[in-house]
Nanobody, 128 residues
């Protein structure tokens, strides 16, 4: 059974930083493209960033380029996805979700429809 779990959210002042983590069990982590999505109250879920199976390809939403960095550690004793978020803004406030899709080669998908497995989310709140 695949389980995806996010952590690292919290309350931070504008201009601050947070690092989100995501672990995925029940799958071969290095065979999966991974993505971060977010959803603010009253808004649709939007793609934040994604990374392909080996970390060689990444995508970012225009709203987070230059501020957020996605990375992954495929080592068997780690198997974790990260999202380093710097220079946070109040508009970054949302529930952040980690998602996984089996794609052992090539790129990562921008759309939520590209991902099969999802975590429950971790809340990020940025105060002004």
């Amino acid at each position: 059974q695949v389980q995806v779990v996010e952590s690292g959210g919290g309350l931070v002042q504008a201009g601050g930083s947070l690092r989100l983590s995501c672990t995925a069990s029940g799958l071969t982590f290095e065979d999966y493209a991974m993505g971060w999505f977010r959803q603010a109250p009253g808004k649709e879920r939007e793609g934040v960033s994604c990374i392909n199976w080996n970390g060689g390809y990444t995508l970012y939403a225009d709203s987070v380029k230059g501020r957020f960095t996605i990375s992954r550690d495929n080592a068997k004793n780690t198997q974790t996805l990260y999202l380093q978020m710097n220079s946070l803004k109040p508009e970054d406030t949302a529930m952040y979700y980690c998602a996984a899709e089996r794609r052992p080669s090539g790129y990562c998908g921008r759309s939520a429809r590209d991902y099969r497995y999802w975590g429950q989310g971790t809340q990020v709140t940025v105060s002004s």
